[in-house]
Protein backbone atom coordinates (compact mmCIF):
# COMPACT_ATOMS: atom_id res chain seq x y z
CA UNK A 1 0.00 0.00 0.00
CA UNK A 2 1.49 3.48 -0.90
CA UNK A 3 0.99 6.75 1.36
CA UNK A 4 -1.50 7.82 -1.35
CA UNK A 5 -3.67 4.73 -1.08
CA UNK A 6 -3.43 5.31 2.89
CA UNK A 7 -4.64 8.54 2.27
CA UNK A 8 -7.36 7.84 0.28
CA UNK A 9 -8.66 5.27 2.88
CA UNK A 10 -8.87 7.88 5.38
CA UNK A 11 -8.21 11.71 4.15
CA UNK A 12 -7.89 14.06 6.62
CA UNK A 13 -5.06 15.57 5.52
CA UNK A 14 -7.49 18.65 5.24
CA UNK A 15 -8.34 18.78 9.01
CA UNK A 16 -4.90 18.12 9.53
CA UNK A 17 -3.33 20.63 7.53
CA UNK A 18 -5.68 23.66 8.70
CA UNK A 19 -5.01 22.54 12.69
CA UNK A 20 -1.24 22.89 11.77
CA UNK A 21 -1.63 26.35 10.03
CA UNK A 22 -3.77 27.70 12.97
CA UNK A 23 -1.38 26.64 15.21
CA UNK A 24 1.30 28.43 13.37
CA UNK A 25 -0.76 31.23 12.98
CA UNK A 26 -1.30 31.75 16.84
CA UNK A 27 2.69 31.86 16.95
CA UNK A 28 2.56 34.44 14.74
CA UNK A 29 -0.44 36.31 16.33
CA UNK A 30 1.60 36.30 19.56
CA UNK A 31 4.97 37.41 18.07
CA UNK A 32 3.50 40.57 16.31
CA UNK A 33 1.23 41.64 18.62
CA UNK A 34 2.63 44.55 20.46
CA UNK A 35 5.74 44.56 17.96
CA UNK A 36 7.21 48.35 18.56
CA UNK A 37 8.65 49.75 15.56
CA UNK A 38 12.13 49.91 17.76
CA UNK A 39 12.52 46.03 18.14
CA UNK A 40 10.77 46.10 14.16
CA UNK A 41 14.01 48.08 13.22
CA UNK A 42 16.57 46.32 16.15
CA UNK A 43 19.45 43.97 15.11
CA UNK A 44 20.58 41.38 17.02
CA UNK A 45 24.22 41.91 15.83
CA UNK A 46 26.31 44.08 14.17
CA UNK A 47 25.95 41.27 10.74
CA UNK A 48 22.71 39.84 9.60
CA UNK A 49 20.10 40.29 6.94
CA UNK A 50 18.18 43.50 7.29
CA UNK A 51 16.40 45.92 5.42
CA UNK A 52 17.69 49.39 4.27
CA UNK A 53 16.52 52.66 2.55
CA UNK A 54 18.17 52.59 -1.31
CA UNK A 55 16.88 55.19 -3.86
CA UNK A 56 13.69 55.82 -1.95
CA UNK A 57 12.50 52.13 -1.45
CA UNK A 58 13.19 49.84 1.26
CA UNK A 59 14.86 46.71 0.01
CA UNK A 60 15.84 43.15 1.95
CA UNK A 61 18.95 41.92 1.82
CA UNK A 62 19.28 38.82 0.05
CA UNK A 63 21.90 36.16 1.21
CA UNK A 64 24.54 34.31 -0.86
CA UNK A 65 24.49 31.35 1.39
CA UNK A 66 22.66 30.60 4.73
CA UNK A 67 25.67 29.70 6.57
CA UNK A 68 25.34 31.27 9.95
CA UNK A 69 28.48 33.25 9.42
CA UNK A 70 26.23 35.27 7.62
CA UNK A 71 24.38 36.46 10.88
CA UNK A 72 21.23 36.46 12.28
CA UNK A 73 18.42 38.44 10.88
CA UNK A 74 16.22 41.38 12.12
CA UNK A 75 12.65 41.61 12.71
CA UNK A 76 12.16 43.35 9.74
CA UNK A 77 13.95 41.55 7.58
CA UNK A 78 11.84 38.17 9.03
CA UNK A 79 8.70 40.16 8.34
CA UNK A 80 9.72 41.05 4.76
CA UNK A 81 10.87 37.23 4.35
CA UNK A 82 7.29 35.82 5.22
CA UNK A 83 5.90 38.61 2.49
CA UNK A 84 8.38 37.14 0.25
CA UNK A 85 7.57 33.24 0.30
CA UNK A 86 3.45 33.93 0.67
CA UNK A 87 3.33 36.39 -1.82
CA UNK A 88 5.75 34.03 -4.11
CA UNK A 89 3.60 31.12 -3.44
CA UNK A 90 0.20 32.51 -3.82
CA UNK A 91 1.20 33.97 -6.91
CA UNK A 92 2.70 30.82 -8.38
CA UNK A 93 -0.16 28.91 -6.78
CA UNK A 94 -3.58 30.97 -7.47
CA UNK A 95 -2.38 33.76 -9.43
CA UNK A 96 -0.42 34.62 -13.17
CA UNK A 97 2.89 33.00 -12.01
CA UNK A 98 4.66 36.09 -12.86
CA UNK A 99 6.16 37.63 -9.19
CA UNK A 100 9.46 37.59 -9.02
CA UNK A 101 11.51 38.39 -5.87
CA UNK A 102 12.91 41.99 -6.47
CA UNK A 103 8.78 42.50 -7.04
CA UNK A 104 8.36 41.82 -3.66
CA UNK A 105 7.52 44.78 -1.26
CA UNK A 106 9.78 45.57 1.51
CA UNK A 107 8.30 47.90 4.51
CA UNK A 108 10.34 50.73 6.35
CA UNK A 109 7.62 50.12 9.21
CA UNK A 110 6.23 46.94 11.51
CA UNK A 111 2.78 48.66 11.32
CA UNK A 112 2.70 48.75 7.41
CA UNK A 113 4.45 45.42 7.28
CA UNK A 114 1.74 43.63 9.85
CA UNK A 115 -0.89 44.89 7.73
CA UNK A 116 0.62 43.72 4.78
CA UNK A 117 1.17 40.17 6.20
CA UNK A 118 -2.49 39.84 8.04
CA UNK A 119 -3.79 40.97 3.96
CA UNK A 120 -1.81 38.32 2.53
CA UNK A 121 -2.34 35.61 4.98
CA UNK A 122 -6.19 36.88 4.15
CA UNK A 123 -6.00 36.18 0.45
CA UNK A 124 -4.50 32.35 0.87
CA UNK A 125 -6.71 31.26 3.43
CA UNK A 126 -9.77 32.16 1.17
CA UNK A 127 -7.88 31.15 -1.60
CA UNK A 128 -6.88 27.73 -0.38
CA UNK A 129 -10.61 27.47 1.57
CA UNK A 130 -12.29 27.19 -2.03
CA UNK A 131 -10.36 23.94 -2.85
CA UNK A 132 -11.77 20.40 -2.60
CA UNK A 133 -10.17 17.56 -0.78
CA UNK A 134 -9.10 16.44 -4.05
CA UNK A 135 -7.37 18.91 -5.35
CA UNK A 136 -5.03 18.88 -2.38
CA UNK A 137 -3.89 15.55 -4.18
CA UNK A 138 -2.98 17.69 -7.69
CA UNK A 139 0.27 19.04 -8.58
CA UNK A 140 -1.17 21.59 -10.62
CA UNK A 141 -0.79 24.45 -8.25
CA UNK A 142 2.46 23.77 -6.54
CA UNK A 143 5.22 25.68 -8.93
CA UNK A 144 7.10 27.36 -6.41
CA UNK A 145 9.13 27.21 -4.60
CA UNK A 146 9.07 23.74 -5.83
CA UNK A 147 6.49 21.16 -8.40
CA UNK A 148 5.75 18.20 -9.00
CA UNK A 149 4.36 17.67 -5.87
CA UNK A 150 1.04 17.33 -4.45
CA UNK A 151 -0.54 20.87 -3.21
CA UNK A 152 -0.92 19.48 0.51
CA UNK A 153 2.77 18.88 0.92
CA UNK A 154 2.93 22.55 -0.19
CA UNK A 155 0.44 23.43 2.11
CA UNK A 156 2.63 21.23 5.16
CA UNK A 157 6.17 23.45 3.96
CA UNK A 158 4.16 26.50 4.32
CA UNK A 159 2.74 25.91 7.89
CA UNK A 160 6.33 24.94 8.59
CA UNK A 161 8.09 27.83 7.15
CA UNK A 162 5.36 30.34 8.73
CA UNK A 163 6.05 28.27 12.27
CA UNK A 164 9.62 28.93 11.81
CA UNK A 165 9.35 32.48 10.72
CA UNK A 166 7.24 33.45 13.98
CA UNK A 167 9.46 31.74 16.21
CA UNK A 168 12.46 33.55 14.94
CA UNK A 169 10.66 36.71 15.41
CA UNK A 170 9.66 36.00 18.88
CA UNK A 171 13.48 34.88 19.63
CA UNK A 172 14.34 38.00 18.37
CA UNK A 173 11.94 40.34 20.57
CA UNK A 174 13.41 38.12 23.43
CA UNK A 175 16.37 39.29 22.88
CA UNK A 176 15.44 42.99 22.33
CA UNK A 177 14.10 42.79 25.82
CA UNK A 178 16.93 41.07 27.20
CA UNK A 179 19.51 43.85 25.72
CA UNK A 180 17.21 46.79 26.96
CA UNK A 181 16.92 45.43 30.29
CA UNK A 182 20.33 44.98 30.47
CA UNK A 183 21.40 48.56 28.99
CA UNK A 184 18.61 50.72 31.31
Not at 8 to 30: G, H, P, R, W
Not at 113 to 127: G, P
Amino acid sequence: MTNRDMLSLNDNTQAILQFQYQISCQLLDLHLNGLGEDEYSWRPAEQGLHITFDSGVWRADWPDSESYEIGPPSIAWLSWHIIYWLSMVYNHSFGDRTLQRESVPCFGSAREAIAHIYQLKNNWEAAVAELSPQELHKHTRTNWPFSNKSFYELLAWLNLELMKNAAEIGSCRFLCASQKQEND
